[in-house]
């Protein structure tokens, strides 16, 4: 067998197990990150018995998912309704696989490691694909567990998460127009050449992105599919133990995924802040390690952010209802984004022109 | 026109979906038949009684002091008023006279217990319509009065803390400075509420023209209190009627216009500052002296019948007492201000989506335990 090829696979799967681990780990200690930071902004405390001020208690939450009994309700749907939670989580953790979580890469024992699973040059379209995959699952939950709680939560999300892909969608097209690449290692270079980062020019598609991810993921206020005190808790009532474990993973990977897309699209990936001012070189303070940790530490850090926004909205805002939610996504946000389009290439052309005259 | 309307051809089922008694949002045991068209309510109807104690009968065996713990358990939310309330139409039955200093205390108790009980309504209703901190910042605050009530009468939700003609028990040395102290404190915890919520464009999108119900028909249906006030109507007991000495301070009854689930927000929010003026000035006030009357341990009221009202945070409290010369009431009526605001679920529901469902509940801000009984 050709060694290369098999050097290959093996580093490969190499890295999809280490996105997956530190994934699953970040998942994990976001929802305790989200617990103590909403409780910090509700004057309580948080967690803080399992482990020193509450670090180790993802790690007992986890266990105590996985040892629930797991209940599958007398006249649901066996095999969809177990099949279900793995439609959603699958989407949820693939799309990471054309995420760059570092600028450069790293050689271990004469082997080029890239910081990024692939760099596939449609790879925002396979993140859109992947990730409306998870739709799926959360109908045949809803369908399955023969209830009528979950089978209202996932028709809402359903009819949610289509109506939202469209300006998600629409509000990225601005930041493909300017990189010219679809590409998501070519998107970050394409910041570096023009200069700024995408947010600046297409502060409205960075806009209409959030606001979509956030209805996307169903985050507050958009969380009307699990809307706790209308639907009990909506498509996965039903679900216990580690298939409702899977639901809740996915949600925050998806949540996760949002972030890195709007870190990688709009500001700037792993650059740090003014990567053309050398003046400023010290920022990437982590480069005695090694470059590839000064560029993960900057995308942590912004990604840190976009969920810390997240985060902030959820403590502040009441939820929307389902009618109003359908007129913000179609009546509010598609036109906006469609204008958000024209003006981009509008001045894009006037750009141009004026360049080449 | 040959367009196909594929609205027309289209059949819809209307499902009955079960809202309660064990639901997040139906605050306690209150079960809801929701008849819904996809998400669209056409028919509601409450199913109460899981909550029955058969308090009223149980009263006919007590005699007349024994029933004021039971008159706690009523409107848990609101124990105070309902203290107050028994305590009027027993002492209006036997022609006691309250000293004064004990009429104030009340009164400031009552007040108290007024804004405790709304800050439970917002913080609840808040949390219903997805506003989760604002419930946890009504919390902080009514924990500083329900402390206060603890060092009053040693509970924090069933006080029993008034008698029959006064109080057990005078205030705590240094209670009216932690008391005073709490009303300094007070507007401003209820300025961040307002913010959070009073221009939301989110709380006026989901409370705005939900669940109107005019002046006339709120009357009809016999609602009180602050559900009644956001139609316009000004009614109000301690005004209409006033009991104890509410006629001495000076406070003004809030009302809406337009009669919506934002009216009746924001009459609660102006009713707790006015229940903040009233306990200042019973403060300012509060007059030396006995704290209960001379009323015999065994009370034995002559034969006849009293009604006496009061206003408890939920609307019109009233006690209806039949006595027949013996220690023990011939009969105990309550009317429950929760049982009578219920009534206008069904119309206010109709036409609305099931979110607003709950949105509705919060807002005639009923007691489960007002409601059984």
Known sequence: MDTELLLKVAVSAGKVMTVLLVLSGSVAYLVLLERKVIAFM???????????????????????????????????????????????????????????????????????????????????LYILGISSLGVFGIIMAGWASNSKYPLLGSLRSAAQLI???????????????????????????????????????????LFIFFVSGMAETNRAPFDLPEAETELVAGFHTEYSGMKFSFFFLA?????????????????????????????????????????????????????????????????????????????LGWKVLLPLSIVNVLVTAVVMLLMNSGSSA | MT??????????????????????????????????????????????????RGTEKLCESLSYPMVEPITDRLDYVCAMSENLGYMGAVEKLCGISVPERADFVRVIMVELNRIASHLLWLGTHALDIGAMTVFLYCFREREMILDLFEEFCGARLTYNAFRIGGLLEDLPPGWTGRCRQFLKVYPACQKEYEDLLTKNRIWLKRTKGIGVISGEEAVEIGLTGPSLRGSGVGYDVRKAHPYSVYKRFEFDVPTGENGDTYDRYLVRMEEMRQSLRII??????????????????????????????????????????????????YRMRFRGPSFANLQALPQLCVGHLVADVVALIGTLDIVLGDVDR
């Not at chain 1, 967690?47 to 007992?60: F, K, N, T």
């Not at chain 1, 300017?178 to 600046?200: L, N, Y």
Request: hydrophobic fraction near 45%.
């Open chain 1, 163 to 205: 109506s939202y892909e469209v300006p998600l969608g629409l509000s990225i097209i601005g930041v493909l127009m300017i990189a010219g690449t679809a590409s998501m290692v070519g998107i970050v270079e394409a910041q570096r050449e023009t200069g700024w980062w995408f947010f600046v020019p297409q502060f409205v598609g």
């Open chain 2, 280 to 329: 200042e000035q019973a403060l300012d006030t509060l007059p030396e002296g006995p704290i209960r009357a001379k009323v015999p341990n065994w009370l034995k009221p002559l034969k006849g019948e009293v009604y006496h009202s009061v206003e408890s945070p939920r609307g019109e409290q009233g006690f209806y007492i039949v006595s027949d010369g013996t220690d023990k009431p």
């Open chain 1, 251 to 327: 949600e925050y990977a998806n949540m996760i995924l949002v972030g890195c897309v709007a870190t990688t699209l709009f500001m700037g990936g792993w650059m740090r802040p003014f990567p053309s001012v050398e003046a400023l070189a010290w920022l990437n303070f982590l480069d005695f390690v090694h470059p590839f940790w000064s560029g993960f530490f900057w995308f942590a850090a912004k990604l840190f952010l976009v969920i810390f926004a997240f985060l902030w909205i959820r403590a502040t805002f009441p939820r929307y209802r389902y009618d109003q939610l359908m007129h």
């Open chain 1, 42 to 124: 509700q004057s309580r405390l948080g967690p803080r018995r399992v482990g020193p001020s509450g670090l180790l208690q993802p790690i007992a939450d986890g266990l105590k998912l996985f040892l629930k009994e797991d209940l599958v309700p007398a006249k649901a749907d066996k095999w969809v309704f177990t099949l279900a939670p793995v439609v959603v989580i699958i989407p949820a953790f693939a799309a990471f696989a054309v995420v760059p979580f570092s600028g450069e890469s790293f050689d271990v024992f004469g082997l080029t490691i890239t910081p990024w699973i692939t760099d596939i040059n449609i790879g925002v």
């Open chain 2, 3 to 52: 367009v196909n309307e594929p609205a027309s051809t289209l059949d819809t089922d209307i499902m009955e979906v079960n809202m309660g008694p064990q639901h997040p949002s139906t605050h306690g045991v209150l079960r809801l038949k929701l008849k819904i068209d996809g998400e669209t309510v056409v028919g509601c109807e409450p199913i109460i009684g899981y909550l029955h």
